[in-house]
């Protein structure tokens, strides 16, 4: 045990030593050089000052609100009479992203820097020189360094002029502008250079007809595609504190505590302590094994197989209906069917090698964990694992080390607690009722695990009327346990109800009660995610009588997929990406990307509890075209639109994997929900948002985009 605590320690001693170190290291070498070697007096010419930007690090650039909080950088002439400036400094593409510690969106390059400005010569040896300000700060650790230094161009010709011919200046393209215009001769210009890190921005790719070309025609990288993503609190390359960043990857994680793919896994967990020897060993065993166990998988699946692999493990319907038979076995074992014991001989070879058979199944359970987590872990998760695949190391461990640390805490505290419940009386068989009732929720929960298999590959077994029957038919059961009109084989007679009991056979009955209008459509906002869409239900009379008062404005249009995936609230929109920029192209509308997913119960929540705000559905409704994309859907599209992913080299199959590799390559994010407000061409117009149960904040955000584009 000494020895993991101080293994552990040392690793986050290196880690944390690592990135100080790399602040010692951090800073940007300039060169200085001119357009074109020879001008007339009276001409123009572009001064090019390039950074060469140390690994890990980036330095803002010098083209956003100067009031945000980043130093811009900056170039100070030392004036005389022969040379003037002429228009403003440009910076050569760029990237942007958002940065949450500053709340706005900044530019700033990576692996090289280019800057220009233009200048008219006047004299035959013109004397340019001045002073540079700017500041650089790491990936890694987060710290920011300031820098400056002094500067001078020298080299020029300078030839008489002969007729005075004036240059076009502010906005005009000088032959060291052109690399910029298409995205092939910036690759040329890249090459020519060793410049792996300017890309051309994703806003000037073209709109093709089908959405695989599109995406060809993307970066190939994260980095690169960091260029086009104004989301910053959903991408955790962006800069920021380390420790800041770690404490909202723990907080996440906490908060993930509450989703209900961890749920589940209380009872389970309870029930596994309960019978352990050298049981509070054994728990914080069990949370190192989650920390371990997590941070592992977390970086090295996602360098070894890319984001897309932790949405297969939480869809796919294998690990889901693994899932599903664990929870029934645990279920109807609690119920008194069986005992879930060790083969005899497989015991005494145990009770020789105690120690090694108990630390299996600890290491069991807290892989269980793990693996069920993913499907719940929301957009921190889906950011590291991009991180991950895209090239960093430390902040992906540090944050992943974080983030299952919220789950390690509480998980050894319910490990702990099956030793308190040993030292009471065992007195009145209230254990085997505590048993009895876990049997219930487990069944009950396994149910959530068949029916993300049953969404995703469209099997129609478990649709929201059949998941609600059995929730209504199992919580009427418990309630009628609770009173005691139903006994297991380990149960006693019960003579008399307790107080206690008959409260929560109340509190059963009344959930049983709040479920049944959800036969005929009622929302049962309080399931939010625990349920399948709304969509599924065969008779729905808000869907009746919603499409008798909103006839459909899209009947006429072609639409894919619309046999396969429907939207909430009777709202209407499309499930293709290409299709979806035609139509807000031809009636004059931007573009709302609902980034979604069959397994995504946050999505299911937002959909819920969000969308059904009036002041949401309203604009909505009004102020968007709606595409919903789904990127776990396994619906296998023909061979013909099949592409390889420059972004993992995976060919691309599905409708789910095309949909996931767009996100990943165009918006760069893995997260569900992801909601991205763009223009006709796919370029955001305003940061993306995530998961946010505000009502008022999300009708503020669609506000935003719809002005954006307006003014745009």
């Not at 010419?45 to 650039?61: E, G, Q, R």
């Not at 609600?468 to 199992?474: D, G, M, Q, R, T």
């Not at 499409?547 to 709202?571: C, I, Q, T, W």
Request: charged share 15%; proline share 6%.
């Amino acid at each position: 045990m000494k020895r993991g605590i101080i293994l552990i320690l040392s690793l986050c001693l290196l880690i944390t030593g690592f990135a100080q170190g790399q602040v010692q290291k951090a800073k940007a070498h300039w060169t200085y050089s001119f357009s074109k070697p020879e001008v007339k007096k009276g001409e123009t010419v572009d001064l090019i000052f390039t950074a060469t930007i140390d690994k890990d690090w980036y330095m803002y650039s010098s083209d956003f609100d100067p009031d945000l909080g980043p130093m811009l950088t900056t170039f100070t002439f030392e004036k005389n009479n022969t040379f003037e400036t002429v228009g403003k400094l440009k910076p050569q593409n760029p990237k942007t992203k958002f940065e949450e510690v500053w709340q706005g969106n900044v530019r700033y390059f990576e692996g090289k820097g280019v800057f220009k400005q233009t200048v008219k010569i006047l004299a035959d040896n013109p004397v340019i020189k001045g002073s540079s300000e700017y500041q650089t700060c790491s990936h890694v650790s987060g710290l920011c360094i300031p820098g400056g230094e002094d500067f001078e161009f020298k080299g020029l010709k300078v030839a008489a002029a002969t007729i005075a011919t004036e240059q076009p200046t502010v906005g005009a393209a000088t032959p060291a502008d052109k690399p910029a215009a298409t995205p092939t001769t910036a690759s040329a210009a890249s090459a020519s250079s060793n410049d792996t890190s300017i890309a051309v921005s994703a806003g000037d790719i073209p709109a093709t007809g089908d959405s695989s070309a599109a995406i060809e025609a993307a970066p190939t990288s994260v980095s690169e595609a960091s260029g086009v993503v104004a989301s910053g609190a959903e991408t955790p390359a962006a800069g920021g504190s380390l420790l800041g960043f770690a404490l909202a990857a723990f907080l996440s994680g906490l908060l993930a505590l509450l989703t209900p793919c961890v749920f589940p896994i209380i009872p389970m967990t309870v029930s596994f302590f309960t019978h352990q020897e050298r049981g509070k060993f054994k728990a914080f065993l069990y949370g190192i094994s989650i920390i371990l166990i997590y941070t592992l998988i977390g970086t090295v699946v996602s360098r070894l197989n890319g984001p897309a692999f932790a949405n297969f493990l939480s869809t796919h319907w294998l690990p889901n209906l693994l899932f599903f038979a664990i929870f029934i076995t645990f279920g109807l074992s609690f119920l008194g069917l069986f005992e879930i014991v060790l083969p005899s001989g497989f015991v005494n070879k145990m009770d020789q090698k105690a120690d090694q058979g108990g630390y299996a199944g600890v290491f069991f359970m807290a892989f269980t964990l793990v693996l069920v987590s993913f499907s719940c872990t929301g957009p921190i998760v889906g950011s590291l694992l991009v991180a991950s695949a895209g090239g960093e190391v430390v902040k992906p461990i540090v944050g992943m080390a974080a983030f299952s640390a919220a789950f390690a805490i509480p998980f050894t505290s319910f490990a702990l607690f099956p030793q308190w419940l040993k030292s009471l009386p065992k007195s009145g068989g209230w254990l085997n009722t505590v048993k009895v009732v876990l049997g219930f929720l487990e069944l009950a929960l396994a149910l959530k695990f068949f029916s993300i298999a049953d969404q995703v590959y469209h099997w129609h077994l478990l649709d929201r009327e059949v998941y609600l029957a059995f929730w209504i038919v199992i919580f009427a059961l418990l309630g009628f346990y609770l009173l005691g009109k139903i006994r297991t084989p380990h149960d006693s007679p019960i003579e008399k109800v307790s107080v206690p009991r008959l409260l929560l056979s109340i509190i059963t009955f009344t959930f049983v009660v709040y479920m049944i209008p959800g036969m005929w459509g009622a929302p049962l906002k309080a399931l939010a995610g625990y349920l399948p869409p709304q969509s599924t239900l065969d008779f729905d009379l808000n869907k009746r009588s919603a499409a008798a008062a909103n006839p459909s404005v899209l009947s006429g249009e072609a639409r894919k997929y619309s046999d396969l995936f429907h939207l909430p609230h009777e709202l209407e929109g499309f499930f293709d990406y290409q299709e979806a920029l035609a139509y807000a192209k031809k009636v004059n509308k931007p573009v709302f990307i609902d980034f979604t997913g069959h397994g995504c119960v946050n999505c299911r929540e937002m959909e819920a509890r969000v969308w059904v705000d009036p002041a949401v559905l309203q604009r909505l409704n009004n102020d968007y075209v709606i595409v919903a994309l789904y990127v776990d859907d396994k619906t296998e599209l023909p061979e013909a639109q099949w592409y390889t992913s420059k972004y993992d080299n995976k060919v691309k199959k599905t409708i789910g994997a095309q949909n996931a590799d767009l996100q990943i390559v165009k918006y760069n994010n893995n997260a569900q929900p992801h909601y991205c407000l763009v223009d006709h061409e796919g370029n955001l117009l305003v940061a993306p948002k995530n998961y946010d149960l505000d009502p008022a904040k999300f009708a503020a955000f669609l506000d935003s985009g719809k002005a954006a584009f307006l003014k745009k």
